[in-house]
């Protein structure tokens, strides 16, 4: 009965176990973020701009004004060009604050190819002539 009595505490202490090393694991998994294993798509040199989120205010000051602007119901697209790409900006206001910002944006290639928005923008800023206070 004794030699029972052991085995049955010897299953509780590996289901114990078992259980301990699922919870480590969970929580060593990345989940939704981001693990980087060598550089960002276009190398180091990308900007580390989250255009999401941003006023129309904001995004004039990082990018000028946009070459091509068009309202389609609640959205705004405004587009960005340069030789190297072109950066589609969609900003939506929220009609419950009135407050408008970036809710999606898309780049591409003048093949018409997606490319990463962070390539695209990188080559943006980079041609952007800086402005001339007078």
Known sequence: MAARQRRGHGGQRIAAAAVAVSLVAACASPGDREVLHGPPAGGWDQPRIQLTGLGPAQLDALLGPPQ???????????????????????????????????????????????????????????????????
Do not use: I, W
């Open 68 to 134: 091509f602007k068009r309202k389609d119901g609640p959205a705004r697209l405004m587009q960005y060009r340069n030789d190297a790409c072109v950066l589609d900006v969609f900003v939506y206001e929220n009609t419950a604050t009135g407050e408008s910002r970036v809710e999606h944006v898309q780049a591409r290639d003048h093949g018409l190819r997606g490319m990463p928005e962070t390539t695209c923008l990188a080559a943006l800023l980079r041609s952007r002539k800086p402005s001339r206070a007078s």
